[in-house]
Structure formats: C-alpha cells, structure tokens
C-alpha cells in the first residue's frame, strides 16, 4: 500500500511541479542570505531584507501546499469517503 501511494505521487504533475518550485525557491533563498550577508549599503541591507523576507514566506508557502498533497496521499481511503 506504501509504495501504491509513492507511485501516485510520482504521477502527479501538481506535486512534482510543486517539488521543483519548492527546489529553486530553496536555492533562491540561499542567494537572498549570500546577498545580504555580502551588502554593507545601508539601504540596500534593507532590501535585502525584504528579499529574505518574501523568499521564505513563498518557500513556507510551498512547503504547507506540498505537505497537504502529502497529507493526502497518506489519509486512510475509508476516512477520506466519510468527509
């Protein structure tokens, strides 16, 4: 049954388009704290802090949006028909 939901998961585009959002904002986010650890412009700190800022609030988007397609896939089918 494990790996029936693993294949399911594999096949669906949403989740693995998803994954690769998921994937180059983690790598977005990395070079938004590489570009604020390098800044030493005043005012160019502050953007680079709002650039932190909006890369982890869309990282921590996709990240509820993948564990819900996860949280999905592992519910009990006999559970999901009662709702």
Known sequence: ???????????DKRYMLLLDDLARTKSDLESAYTNFENMVEPDLIDASIY?????????????????????????????????
């Open 1 to 11: 049954m494990f790996q029936l939901s693993k294949n399911n998961r594999k096949n």
């Open 51 to 83: 650039e932190v800022k909006a890369v982890q609030m869309r990282y921590q988007f996709l990240l509820s949006c993948v564990k819900q397609i996860e949280d999905s896939y592992t519910k009990n089918p006999l559970e999901a028909s009662d709702s």
